[in-house]
């Protein structure tokens, strides 16, 4: 089981509705964000000018760094899931995970001492009928929910309509690879990354 979300940029239009979602569902604190919009552009010459907007939370990763530099095992992948999660009652504050993590998605709770992350809003969605609060609330139906290995899923059927030219995920050195991915068709922008 893969959960994650998939981003249509075609339709991002970088309201933000998903980092006020995500703040207001997790109570995060004044500067803290699970979740971050990122503009792309402009690049391009007049009249050829490309934009487009890039949503970046925790990216689901395969293979997560974070995870296997955790001293006490507070960060860890769900074997039933595929969620990448935090156990703040583990947790000692030391930030390798942050360090660790190639995206900058974590976050520190000055309050509690610990990290936190995007959780893909685990409780509406542990028992596989919820939606993370960002793809409820994002006003143009950018986002989409799923197990990648469910061809039924929101997150699968929205990849299913495009080519593997149109389907792009973060990269990084260290492999984590990466389950969340971004639909982008080349006739709409050139892929670029700003993570």
């Not at 964000?33 to 010459?45: A, D, I, K, M």
């Not at 970046?56 to 760094?65: K, L």
């Not at 929101?154 to 593997?164: H, Q, R, S, T, V």
């Amino acid at each position: 089981m893969r959960r994650c979300l998939v981003v249509n940029l075609d339709r991002c239009t970088g309201c933000d509705s998903c980092v006020a979602a995500c703040k207001f569902e997790n109570h995060l604190g004044l500067g803290q964000y699970w979740n971050r919009v990122l503009p792309v552009g402009p690049s391009g010459t007049h009249p050829d000018i490309e934009m487009y907007w890039l949503p970046v939370q925790c990216q689901q990763c395969e293979n997560p760094s974070c995870v296997h530099v955790c001293p006490t095992g507070a960060s860890y992948k769900d074997p039933d899931t595929g969620v990448v999660l935090v156990d703040k009652s583990k947790c000692i504050g030391c930030k390798y995970c942050m360090m660790a993590c190639p995206y900058g998605v974590r976050s520190f709770n000055e309050q509690e001492k610990v990290v936190e992350k995007c959780t893909l809003c685990s409780h509406r969605t542990a028992d596989g009928s919820g939606l993370p609060k960002c793809v409820i609330c994002c006003a143009t139906g950018a986002r989409f929910y799923g197990d990648l290995d469910d061809p039924n899923s929101d997150a699968a059927k929205e990849l299913a309509k495009y080519g593997e030219e149109s389907i792009h995920r973060l990269t990084d050195s260290a492999e984590t690879h990466p389950a969340t991915a971004y639909i982008l068709p080349a006739e709409i922008a050139a892929w670029k990354e700003l993570v």
